[in-house]
């Protein structure tokens, strides 16, 4: 049972942090693919910081046995915890509406429809999962891992093998690239980490899955990393980069699209599974009305656009959301030996 909890927690991490941004490539392009050979690097320690978060996480939620979330935050933060709980509320749910957006965007580019009835088909989809509640968020997590992690290695390596333009880029701002890529991500699994406490059951899955889950990351990531590195500057200015790069090959497109909407779509419904799991304890209100209202909201924000989400709102929450995984990390160690 330890060893299908360890995989659960990893795919469920995975899935989270793969969603619109990372599968589309225009995360890894904007926070490493910039930096030439630096981003390489960067996104190695990127992928490190990311299973010292999860350890961190995990560990707490397993040792405090706090119930809610607003009871974890307080434990770690104190007074500050409800200020710094509506932060991370924020965070999500502009990343939830963002996977909302990148969702629309990509079937839009797949069967050439109107972008707004590819969100609202998407958004059927998000609400049908999160009908089902915590067991599909972990079954479908499950599921679709394995899909993320064939699927990206092979786009990768098909991209960087037999369809490259040798292209480098540098700057010294790779240095703080990977801390705020791993802030933003690592505080919007907490709520999500927290909404599945259930399967926290020992110290086992606490590392192992902390391990596995930064493991996964790395697996999918470099293979596409490596491709958007070569071609930077063709794809530097596209909003879906990986699919501007194989959009006229056609059999590595149906393997993209299978990939792309199965790393936006976990991470949209662990997203608004959290936002639900927060609100719930918060608001008397049908779970269904509450459903229907966090994805119509989220709607209405996607229109903020995709670029734009990762572009600009991404690195400002990875600044502010640094001083609270510092927080967490010095807290899980402090407490573990």
Avoid: W
């Avoid at 693919?33 to 630096?38: C, E, L, R, S, V």
């Avoid at 690097?41 to 405090?64: D, K, Q, R, Y």
């Avoid at 509406?97 to 958004?123: D, Q, R």
């Avoid at 880029?169 to 709520?191: G, V």
């Amino acid at each position: 049972m330890t060893k299908k909890y360890i995989l659960k927690i990893a795919c469920i991490y995975t899935g989270t942090i793969l969603g619109a941004g990372f599968a589309t490539g225009k995360e890894l392009l904007s926070f490493f693919a910039i930096f030439g050979k630096m981003g390489i690097l960067g996104f190695f320690i990127a992928c490190f910081l990311l299973s010292l978060c999860l350890v961190s996480i995990l560990g707490i939620i397993h040792n405090t046995k706090v119930r809610t979330y607003e009871q974890f935050m307080s434990h770690i933060f104190g007074k500050l915890g409800k200020y710094i709980e509506i932060f991370n509320i924020m965070l999500l749910f502009i990343l939830f509406s963002a996977m909302l957006s990148g969702g629309g965007a990509t079937i839009s580019n797949i069967f050439y429809i109107n972008e707004v009835t590819g969100i609202i088909i998407f958004c059927i989809g998000v609400f049908l999962a999160l009908i089902y509640g915590e067991r599909a968020i972990i079954n479908i997590n499950t599921i679709l891992c394995p899909v993320l992690i064939i699927g990206g290695m092979l786009i990768g390596i098909y991209l960087y093998f037999f369809d490259t333009v040798n292209v480098f880029n540098s700057n010294t701002k790779a240095l703080t690239s990977p801390f705020i890529y791993t802030s933003y991500n690592a505080i919007t699994t907490i709520s999500v980490l927290f909404s599945v406490k259930s399967i926290i059951t020992n110290k086992k899955v606490v590392i192992f899955g902390g391990i596995l889950g930064g493991l996964f990351i790395f697996c999918i990531g470099i293979f596409m990393l490596l491709p958007l590195v070569e071609n930077y500057n063709i794809i530097k200015n596209e909003s879906l980069p990986i699919l501007s790069l194989i959009k006229n090959k056609k059999i590595i497109k149906i393997v993209y699209t299978f990939t792309v909407i199965s790393a936006i779509f976990t991470t949209a419904i662990s997203n608004g599974f959290a936002l639900e799991d927060t609100f719930k304890n918060k608001i008397n209100i049908n779970k269904v009305y509450l459903k229907v209202i966090i994805i119509i909201l989220g709607i209405i924000f996607s229109f903020l656009g995709f670029s734009n989400i990762v572009n600009v709102v991404y690195p400002i929450f990875g600044y502010l959301g640094m001083f609270e995984i510092l927080v967490i990390v010095i807290t899980f160690l402090s407490n573990s030996y």
